[in-house]
């Protein structure tokens, strides 16, 4: 039973003691140095093989009759599905009229991504896990200290295997940081979301194979390098609630969030689900599933042989995108505060129609065929962006279990006037990282890309180039 | 073009304003004993007049052939179509499974409901309009300055007739005071919402026929009597940035997050789409489709002719509740401190699962059939709640655009520990006032009862009982 006692509604000492893991770029366990060894050794514990294979070979997997949809006999894990999206872009039904089909992950269910962290010496640690998804491009990241599907961690409820997971859910659980609904890729998925969750660790915590105790200080160096954390460890970093050192911003936060608002009445879309099967501009073949002009992504299958998980091999379908995304913000200080640019993006998988993306999020190959005109607004600048103006610049890939190297150049490039005015284009707003980090805290604000972006914008504040 | 002066993210001033006008309880226009007398002659000073007639006379609207939905012919305003929803109440898949067939308006597009506010004499002014709906119990309510649908603001833009408009959309309208997407009833609406804003107004402003300026306080007086501010206009003034005066909570904030979305990630709720035509438990007869044991809620039709309005006369369906509603918080102070107990409450409609009503929201005659161990918590404890215990009670009624006579007794009452216990049952929560106010910024956590409580507990707060 809780006591009386009152709480004071915010933490006071919690902002202090982020910003200090933030600042401590060696921890107390492994040195940032000993990473790459230590992620290499854990590669070398475990046997773990991917291979394409046709949809043929697929096991459990199969096209389903009426509707050729893509799923799983035993009903469970996900279903690739059609989408047909049309979307009025313009506020009072004056504007250009998007129709278009693809296919769609749908997977109903919530997963838990969840980060424990204790204090070593002082300072925060962040228990992190070295994993291995068959979509990652180098097999093997560090992810979060749990990341479960509903499944799993239902069945860790009955005294199953989804390693420190008593730490999250259950009354016994330690003190939560962070816990929060956040979309996944709109794009890629249908109304899919998981639970993002930060929880302080209250008393010892057992150390396991595969797992290592890291600030948040030497995270942030890790995401300077390319493929090491992965996408569900940004998203959950990316909900960490820094304090607001600065003086303000360019608009209030009741502005900003008129904002969002207007761009999510102005928005008209509809995403209906639509056989696989029917859905025009895409041919399947033997092994794929294509679009006609081999633009967006494609629909593969593959086997994977493991050693480190509850079953020793499996088959399953990835989508896999056509070319190197690139995601990235520009950014400019005013009145001596940092801003970046945000875009209100529509992604038909939403489900609240629009959410924040980064100013710059696409795959370039898919425009190329476009005039010059037409190519997305800041594409170019950000593609032609000097050295000099780069001032984050990784490549970080998404989640490795349902897409196949999925990569994208992450970038942060200060911009002039020029080319990123003070009054921006319709769709687009300059917001401090303070003010992410406020929205961040609901869910349906900030799409995964810029959650990603607002993790490294974070954590690598103190170590910026 | 912007200036490049940085905003403080919150108003400094803006809560001591919002509780001078709470604390005037005279304002400088129409005093609040005359408010009776203006709505009267508002009354005289139209025509309005609302029969039942059979579907068969509805004019536009018919049942679609293959489906059985109600639809208008142009494709416009709403269809009432079937909704199919399956839950699985607990956590963990082992709790009772819930599978339920109904009636559901959808209705996609998203309306404006505005208020404007100004200050006169130093003190903020509502600008409230007298309106009338066909399906108030009384025709005519208090309503917000604007309360427009996408169609009507969108010919509004093009010049036409919704008065006020311009305060709301565009670049030159008022400093925003609040701008959020509300859900409104999820159990008669699927995915429904609408606009929520505050304005307040730059210069002067013409007073038109029909409006008033009311203080909050005034307001707050009038939300004591039945029945005379409306729906729209309670949801707007929920959205209020009152100021915390308290001490804290018996949550933190954040605690209280990780409680809601723990909420909505132990219930799995699929609602589908169905054809109106095949839900099974309702039955469609020449004027009403009703329930077979005529629970719920009945689906009606009337005509309607107004003098007022851009046309003068139209007919449409309507739902209508079967019995009185009672939607009511348990109120208990901790530290000083006073809490309500609110629900994460699920209603088929609702876009993410779950959002918080008040403590008891039903009609209790759905449940009169069920054993005392079958029936909601908390609803007999308010049922029986002695009069020394009310601390606030009125009866409003809900939308009278789509609901007809849908009045619920509302009601704050007082509570013990042995009635409402401080460590409460699974799904209930204790939680501030203030808390609430903080939540109402964004959408999706308050359902629309809970929003007329707030309305309530913030705007009569300096005089409940």
Not at 251 to 277: F, K, M, N, Q, Y
Not at 355 to 362: A, F, N, R, S, W
Request: proline share 6%; hydrophobic share 40%; net charge negative.
């Amino acid at each position: 039973m809780p006591t009386h006692t009152l709480q004071t509604r915010e933490s006071k000492d919690l902002p202090a003691r982020i910003a200090l893991s933030a600042a401590t770029v060696q921890g107390t366990h492994l040195r940032t140095e000993h990473v790459d060894d230590w992620l290499a050794e854990r590669a070398r514990a475990h046997t773990f093989r991917v291979d394409r294979i046709p949809f043929a070979e697929l096991d459990g997997w199969s096209f389903q009759e009426a509707t050729g949809n893509l799923v799983h006999r035993s009903g469970r894990f996900f279903t690739v599905e059609g989408l047909h999206v049309t979307e009025e872009g313009e506020p009072y039904g004056d504007g250009p009229y998007a129709d278009w089909y693809q296919p769609i992950i749908k997977q109903p269910e919530v997963g838990v991504l969840g980060i424990l962290v204790k204090e070593f010496d002082g300072v925060l640690h962040f228990l992190m896990q070295a994993k291995m998804e068959p979509g990652n491009p180098n097999l093997l990241q560090l992810s979060p200290t749990v990341q479960a599907t509903r499944s799993n961690y239902t069945k860790a409820h009955k005294g199953a295997d989804v390693k420190y997971i008593e730490y999250f859910v259950g009354r016994e659980r330690g003190r939560v940081i962070a816990d929060v609904l956040q979309s996944e890729h709109g794009s890629w998925f249908y109304h899919k979301s998981n639970r993002n969750m930060i929880v302080e660790a209250v008393g010892d915590v057992p150390l396991l194979d595969d797992f290592c105790w890291l600030t948040l200080g030497q995270i942030g160096e890790l995401l300077h390098r390319d493929n090491v954390v992965n996408m569900d460890s940004r998203t959950v970093l990316s909900c960490l609630p820094f304090g607001d050192a600065t003086k303000g911003a360019l608009l209030s936060d009741i502005a900003l969030l008129s904002w969002i608002t207007g761009e999510r009445t102005r928005h008209c879309v509809r995403a209906e689900r639509v056989p696989l099967e029917s859905i025009p501009g895409w041919k399947r073949g033997e092994s794929t599933i294509e679009h006609e002009e081999g633009r967006y992504f494609n629909v593969v299958a593959v086997s994977v042989r493991a050693g480190n998980r509850e079953v020793t091999g499996w088959t399953q379908p990835l989508f896999e995108p056509v070319g190197l995304g690139v995601t990235a913000f520009l950014t400019r200080a005013f009145g001596g505060v940092p801003h970046v640019l945000v875009h209100a993006r529509v992604e038909a998988g939403f489900l609240d129609t629009v959410e924040l993306g980064p100013t710059v999020q696409y795959t370039p190959d898919n425009y190329a065929h476009l005039p010059e005109t037409k190519r997305p607004p800041f594409l170019d600048t950000v593609l032609r962006a000097p050295a000099d103006r780069i001032r984050y610049e990784a490549v970080h890939s998404e989640e490795g279990g349902r897409f196949l190297n999925a990569e994208s150049r992450y970038l942060v490039i200060e911009a002039d006037e020029a080319e990123a005015p003070l009054d921006p284009p319709p769709g687009y707003a300059w917001v401090t990282p303070a003010q992410l980090t406020s929205l961040v805290r609901h869910g349906h604000y900030l799409n995964v890309q810029a959650r990603t972006m607002l993790a490294c914008l974070n954590a690598t504040a103190v170590r910026t180039r």
